[in-house]
Nanobody, 115 residues
Framework: QVQLVESGGGFVQPGGSLRLSCAASRINFSNYGMAWYRQAPGKQRELVATVTSGGNTNYVDSVKGRFTISRDNAKKTMYLQMNSLKPEDTAVYYC?????????WGQGIQVTVSS
């Protein structure tokens, strides 16, 4: 079955950086549009960044200039480089893959930004 496995989360102080990875298996990764979502306690899940199969990217306004989404089709892996992290970036981050009517989610990984 399809698996999306996130890694790279953890605890960081404000202003710090983290790099999330999402490793995919058992999908034709290069066909899929990929995205990162996040969900903070008591809030709805929100879309953070997307990267299309062609490599086009888009970001929610709150992370523009700080986060960079990318993908390596040969490694079947998507990344989210997060710089200048703020406490409001604290959330569980989820990897998402979409192609036509198919959509898959990772299990989520915690990112905590605190002093």
């Amino acid at each position: 079955q399809v698996q999306l496995v996130e890694s790279g989360g953890g605890f960081v102080q404000p202003g710090g950086s983290l790099r999330l990875s999402c490793a995919a298996s058992r999908i034709n990764f290069s066909n899929y549009g990929m995205a990162w979502y996040r969900q903070a306690p008591g809030k709805q899940r929100e879309l953070v960044a997307t990267v299309t199969s062609g490599g086009n990217t888009n970001y929610v306004d709150s992370v523009k200039g700080r986060f960079t989404i990318s993908r390596d089709n040969a490694k079947k892996t998507m990344y989210l480089q997060m710089n200048s992290l703020k406490p409001e970036d604290t959330a569980v981050y989820y990897c998402n893959a979409v192609w036509v009517h198919l959509t898959y989610w990772g299990q989520g990984i915690q990112v905590t930004v605190s002093s």
